[in-house]
């Protein structure tokens, strides 16, 4: 899956380290395993507990519906926002099950990214004929 590097305002070109890069490539090719098993059509959720199962299979830490409280002027509220996925408490996974992505999709995924303080996360839509149509990969400078 390629992608570009956000650059920061020096110029200096972030990436994610290599672990980051090896874990998100097992997450994709265990989504594509997923969605070669179920198809597409089916809840979110569904998808969601099926792709934890299959990272743990693959002996990964997978946390589930991860609260992300935000703060404000130095008080921490709790708003109701969740991780659909944390893995090896390294990438983010938002996992969608709609009729495409849209771009308030990306945002959405950018500011958990931003809010957590995790660098890497990817967006992955299971309703789709092919998976690899599904999958974006995000970076947070």
């Known amino acids: ?3 570009e590097p956000q650059r920061r ?4 070109v972030v990436e994610p380290s290599a ?3 090896e874990v998100s490539g097992t997450i994709v090719d265990a989504a594509y395993m997923v969605h070669r098993t179920l198809g597409p059509g089916l809840l979110e959720s569904v998808y969601d507990q099926c792709l934890a ?8 830490l997978v946390e589930r519906q991860v609260g992300l409280p935000i703060c404000y002027r130095n008080i ?3 708003a109701g926002y969740r991780l659909d996925l944390l893995v090896e408490k390294l990438v ?4 969608k099950a709609i009729e ?7 945002a959405q995924l950018l500011t958990y990214l931003k809010l957590s303080g995790h660098r890497l996360g990817l967006l992955i839509n299971f309703n789709v004929a092919r ?6 990969r995000l970076v947070n400078s």
């Open 1 to 3: 899956m390629e992608f």
């Open 9 to 12: 305002r020096d110029a200096e």
């Open 19 to 21: 672990r980051h890069n």
């Open 53 to 60: 199962a299959e990272l743990k299979c693959r002996d990964l």
């Open 76 to 78: 921490q509220i709790d």
């Open 92 to 95: 983010v996974v938002e996992i």
């Open 100 to 106: 495409r992505l849209l771009p308030i999709h990306d």
């Open 131 to 136: 998976i690899k149509d599904g999958v974006r």
